[in-house]
């Protein structure tokens, strides 16, 4: 769920606060929305190499750094960070629909999809107001930000890798992803 509300905050906090960056607002809007589609791929080869979890961590480990960067007071290296924010942003979404999917059993697979949606929303709805709040502080709000999505990538150190195993069909095989016991033979 963490992962969701982190994606989505990043995501939106740079298509809110786009409109703070130098140049064409269209211009800048054109080019950040082409910059989601490297990043959807890179997510789908990355994935294959080297797993689900350490796509997404690399994801936004690296969001977060373009979202930090982007707090220096320099118009050309903040689009640029924004530019690859956004493709990484982009990655993050192809990385944690898939990830979700895969570690949530059969029976509540929708339900803990649902909830990180749902907490994504959440997100969504934050992400304008960090957006306005750069009018205020040029800076806080990318170190917010920055941080938190740190903070997200160094909890998922805890969370199992889901790439290339069975997905779990029952709660007792959920458990086992977390716990790395065998299966109860009686369940």
């Not at 957006?131 to 740190?150: E, K, M, N, R």
Request: proline content about 5%.
């Amino acid at each position: 769920m963490g992962g969701w509300f982190m994606t989505s905050l990043v995501y939106y906090m740079l298509w809110f606060s786009a409109k703070n960056l130098a140049g064409s607002i269209y211009v800048n809007a054109a080019v950040l929305g082409v910059a989601e589609l490297p990043g959807r791929v890179f997510a789908f080869i990355l994935m294959e190499k080297v797993g689900r979890k350490a796509s997404f961590m690399a994801s936004m480990g690296l969001a977060a750094t373009c979202v930090l960067i982007s707090a220096y007071d320099n118009a050309t290296c903040r689009k640029v960070m924004y530019g690859f924010g956004k493709a990484l942003s982009g990655s993050l979404w192809a990385i944690i629909y898939l990830y979700s999917s895969e570690m949530y059993p059969t029976k509540i697979r929708n339900l803990g999809s649902g909830i990180g949606a749902a907490s994504a929303r959440v997100a969504a709805l934050i992400a304008p107001f960090i957006g306005d709040a750069l009018t205020h502080s040029p800076i806080i709000p990318y170190i917010v930000v920055g941080v938190a999505g740190f903070l997200c990538t160094v909890t998922f150190f805890y969370v199992p890798e889901t790439g290339g195993k069975d997905l779990p069909q029952t709660l007792a095989e959920f458990d086992n992803l977390f716990h790395k016991k065998k299966p109860d033979p009686k369940v």
